[in-house]
């Protein structure tokens, strides 16, 4: 079983910059592709990012892209995303995840993460 934990999530003018963190239970934290998915009002749960066991390969959605990054740290079984120019289209839920898969690399598909976190709000103002 795997816990995970968001925080940094809050209120931000267009154009700054957020860091989220999540902190997973466990000692297997190498074992696992972590994401970042969100979800905004009214809208499907969107896939952000994808970061794979070693922090070798990394994915992002077409909409993030440049200006979120993903990192690891498996020593502090932490997993970060680092946003950007932040737009007021990125207010939403963010939730991480995990997906128990330490030969893979990284994965956009919800379904296939066993562990989720409970969000946390990230709301850009204009």
């Known amino acids: 079983q795997v816990q995970l934990v968001e925080s940094g999530g809050g209120l931000v003018q267009t154009g700054g910059s957020l860091r989220l963190s999540c902190a997973a239970s466990?000692?297997?934290?190498?074992?696992?592709?972590m994401g970042w998915f969100r979800r905004a009002p009214g809208k499907e749960r969107e896939f952000v990012s994808s970061?794979?066991?070693?922090?070798?390969?990394?994915d992002y959605g077409e909409s993030v892209k440049g200006r979120f990054t993903i990192s690891r740290d498996n020593a502090k079984n932490t997993v970060y995303l680092q946003m950007d120019s932040l737009k007021y289209e990125d207010s939403a839920v963010y939730y991480c995840a995990a997906d128990r898969n330490p030969w893979g690399t990284v994965q956009r598909v919800p379904g296939r993460y066993e562990y989720w976190g409970q969000g946390t709000q990230v709301t850009v103002s204009s």
């Open positions: 466990g000692r297997t934290f190498n074992n696992y592709i």
């Open positions: 970061i794979s066991p070693n922090g070798g390969i990394t």
